[in-house]
């Protein structure tokens, strides 16, 4: 019912900037919550950073100061600004969408949570 494109992942130097996208689309009626969580090799998955409805932004310690997330409300996007990257920033990073969609032929809605199919990103000289 609700799909997610990721985009903007790549290769990048250290000390370098990425931009990544993630559009959601499908019968939706709100979204609460958006956030990008990443996996590092042999890594649990771990919240990177997250924004609300009301635009309260939640981040891991580990990229406060260089990360920086935002949203498009009307094109349910959600990006994620990365600057001074470093190695240990290389994971495949992955958007979620947590909200409500329309139920079909309804006037009901349901709760959805989304992940999206992940992009690399890959810090290296």
């Known amino acids: 019912q609700v799909q997610l494109v990721e985009s903007g992942g790549g290769l990048v130097q250290p000390g370098g900037s990425l931009r990544l996208s993630c559009a959601a689309s499908?019968?939706?009626?709100?979204?609460?919550?958006m956030g990008w969580y990443r996996q590092a090799p042999g890594k649990q998955r771990e919240l990177v950073a997250q924004?609300?409805?009301?635009?309260?932004?939640n981040y891991a310690d580990s990229v406060k100061g260089r990360f920086t997330i935002s949203r498009d409300r009307a094109k349910n996007t959600v990006y994620l600004q990365m600057n001074s990257l470093k190695p240990e920033d290389t994971a495949v990073y992955y958007c979620?969408?947590?909200?409500?969609?329309?139920?079909?032929?309804?006037?009901?809605?349901?709760?959805?949570?989304?992940w999206g199919q992940g992009t690399q990103v890959t810090v290296s000289s």
């Open positions: 924004i609300t409805s009301g635009g309260s932004t």
């Open positions: 499908g019968s939706i009626f709100s979204i609460n919550e």
């Open positions: 979620n969408v947590d909200g409500l969609v329309l139920v079909a032929g309804t006037t009901y809605r349901t709760h959805f949570n989304s």
